[in-house]
């Protein structure tokens, strides 16, 4: 039989799919231990039980200065930002993308000015955040709006242009006002295209949530990075990333799960990765 | 399989060159040392550039390559990581990083100690008892915060009275300009430049400390215990151009001229940041002050701030975790682990003509 057309049982495919990360592992492992045969307090390639440890003191163990338990205030605060900044894009997109999408007068008015807009690296504006919003919270989440917020909006308005002529004109012959074909016939079908805006958003997010902790910040998962970073701490910084990568996952997981369970229909042609 | 065998390729390729270490004891020709961008540094890179530094390599049959690294701790990580042989560093980054890494280190050069460069400022307010209750601005964990846990000392308050916010050096001077910070604790040039601004009131700066922030040339000790001719002829490059930078004549104008260049700023923005750097510009004075009664106690300070800062290395059990070893002999901290070690005896030498 050809290769294209064999497939890995339940049991291979878990494996296979385990083999790359039990290999990483294992490399940094070898690494890691042959730059600590020479140097035992080696801080690049720290060995697992001293990430494990580092983990589990940032965890559960009450800082020395502040008596917090830094892993959980820094994930709080950090989601915190990250939620609010996403909701604030995921109404803008839903909003803005209804209007740029269904009506032309708002799309010519709009749609270019958005597309130009978009286009800015988020991060080249931080300063003028700074003086606008000051230090604070606001000037973070904004990061997040404006790294997010205009490619969730286009997504999401080209998600309306998609939708069928016939199906508006349809419902257009059938007598119905603006209001009710955006509530009834534009929302259900754009509404899980916006959960995949926000699930790609959430991409981005990520990056510039990170970023603006690592400049002005007292709590939070980049801040943290970035703080420890002054002195090498490697067996801190590399169990934060890979939570952070786990809380990623985690989140991009629900909304998938969110979006099969309430748009059943829209995930009926197959399934995607 | 396929992706099994790349991600393993992947991972090869990115670990092995962390695996194979350069701190490897032997002898060796070619040195590399790093430098960042500090007042009391800036002579490394002119050393580099005016060739003096060739030519005390060629003395000593060697080669020395003096690299300027733009960011300074990642200048220290890449000292502690092996790639480099030596690197300039404060004493308390020193004991921090390399040190509570394990890298064993030592002061070859003890250049000068900040006699003002660092600095806490106030907006709108000029005594630093009004600091009470403020949100700070600063590098958490670097000189900017020791200077700051050293100020409150001297007025009876602890850093629990107020907060310290992580910022960015970078962007320090534009965070002045926002309406809610206060205060900030920074370093020169920031420091100079936000103290320029109408309401900026400085408080206290490391003058109040004098010899506690220390600016040093640190290299590895294996290193140099392999290698006595490369410390001699750091050494002697040294203090070649200290003599002719302290001059008045053309060619020391000359020489601080082309490090304000380099720094940006000119000659008479550089001839202000060098006074308020205490410079040894003898080595017999480098010698004397690492000889001083006050350095254990000193290095005894900084590592009682690393430990309450929960830097001092993980797992650190007290602040005498790291041990610190001094001219005299005595060591401060554990003795079987001695990371780092004042050691004059390279600048003895150049102060005795020697090299």
New interface residues.
């Given amino acids: 039989m050809r290769i294209i057309n064999r497939k890995p049982s339940r049991v291979t495919a878990l494996a296979?799919g385990a083999?790359?990360f039990v290999?990483?592992i294992i490399?940094?492992s070898?690494?890691s231990h042959?730059?600590r045969l020479?140097?035992?307090?080696?801080?690049?390639?720290?060995s697992l039980e001293?990430m494990g440890?580092?983990f589990w003191?940032m965890a559960a163990i009450p800082?020395?200065?502040s008596g917090d338990l830094l892993l959980w205030v820094d994930t709080i605060d950090s989601l915190w930002r990250l939620g609010t900044g996403m909701a604030v894009s995921t109404v803008m997109a839903l909003s803005l993308g209804i209007a740029i999408g269904f009506i032309p007068h708002v799309r010519s008015a709009l749609a270019p000015y958005l597309a130009t807009f978009s286009l800015i690296p988020p991060i080249t504006i931080l300063?003028i955040l700074?003086?606008t919003f000051?230090?604070?919270e606001v000037a973070k989440i904004a990061l997040i709006v404006i790294g997010t917020a205009p490619v969730m909006i286009r997504s999401t308005a080209q998600a309306v242009l998609d939708i069928p002529r016939e199906m508006i004109i349809k419902a257009e012959t059938l007598g119905a006002t603006v209001w009710q074909m955006i509530t009834r016939l534009v929302l259900p079908q754009v509404l899980p295209k916006l959960i995949t805006a926000l699930r790609l958003g959430l991409v981005p997010a990520w990056i510039f949530l990170i970023s603006a902790e690592?400049?002005?910040?007292?709590t939070g998962l980049g801040?943290r990075i970035?703080?420890v970073?002054?002195?090498?701490?490697m067996?801190?910084i590399l169990p934060y990333v890979l939570w952070i990568t786990l809380l990623a996952f985690l989140l991009d997981r629900l909304l998938l799960l969110l979006s099969r369970r309430a748009f059943r229909w829209h995930h009926a042609g197959g399934d995607a990765l | 399989?396929k992706?099994?065998a790349k991600?393993?390729l992947i991972?090869?390729a990115l670990?092995?060159p962390?695996?194979i270490?350069s701190?490897q004891a032997e002898e060796k020709k070619d040195f590399k040392v790093c430098w960042s961008i500090y007042v009391g540094w800036m002579p490394w890179g002119y050393l580099q550039d005016s060739g003096i530094m060739k030519k005390w390599a060629d003395k000593y049959g060697i080669d020395v390559e003096i690299v300027q690294i733009n960011d300074y701790?990642e200048s220290?990580?890449q000292y502690?990581?092996g790639e480099y042989d030596g690197c300039s560093m404060t004493n308390m980054?020193a004991l921090?990083?390399p040190a509570?890494?394990?890298?064993d280190t030592t002061a070859l050069i003890v250049g000068d100690y900040s006699n003002g460069n660092d600095g806490i400022i106030l907006k709108d307010k000029t005594d630093l008892a009004e600091i009470k209750g403020q949100s700070v601005?600063l590098?958490?964990?670097?000189v900017s915060h020791y200077l700051l846990a050293r100020a409150l000392d001297t007025v009876g308050l602890s850093?629990k009275d107020l907060?310290?916010?992580?910022?960015?050096d970078a962007?320090m001077i534009?965070?002045y300009?926002?309406?809610?910070?206060t205060s900030v604790v920074t370093w020169n040039p920031l420091l100079s430049e936000i103290e320029a601004q109408p309401n900026a009131t400085k408080v206290f700066d490391s003058a109040g400390i004098p010899g506690e922030i220390i600016d040093i040339m640190m290299v590895n000790t294996e290193t140099l215990a392999d290698n006595p001719d490369f410390g001699k002829a750091l050494v002697g490059a040294w203090y070649e151009l200290m003599s002719i930078m302290s001059s008045d004549t053309d060619a020391g104008i000359a020489a601080r001229t082309a490090m304000a260049e380099a720094s940006g700023t000119d000659l008479a923005g550089y001839d202000a940041q060098l006074a308020t750097t205490k410079m040894f510009y003898t080595p017999a004075e480098a010698v004397e002050f690492s000889k001083a009664a006050e350095l254990p106690a000193t290095m005894k300070f900084v590592a009682e701030f690393l430990y309450?800062?929960?830097?001092l290395?993980?797992?650190a059990p007290s602040p005498e975790f790291v041990g610190v070893s001094f001219p005299d002999g005595s060591i401060y901290g554990d003795a079987n682990n001695v990371k780092l070690r004042f050691d004059p005896s390279y600048m003895q030498m150049a102060a005795d003509g020697a090299l």
């Fill in positions: 296979l083999l790359p290999a990483t490399v940094y070898v690494a042959y730059r020479e140097n035992p307090a080696d801080k690049l390639l720290p001293s440890a580092a003191r800082d020395r200065r300063p700074f003086i000051g230090l604070g690592a400049i002005a910040s007292t801040y970035f703080l970073r002054r002195y090498l701490a067996d801190v | 399989m992706s099994f991600a393993s991972a090869a670990s092995l962390l695996s270490s701190a701790v220290i990580n502690t990581a980054d921090s990083i509570g890494g394990g890298v601005n590098v958490e964990l670097s850093e907060t310290v916010i992580n910022t960015s962007d534009a965070a300009a926002t309406a809610d910070v309450d800062k929960g830097i290395g993980e797992g």
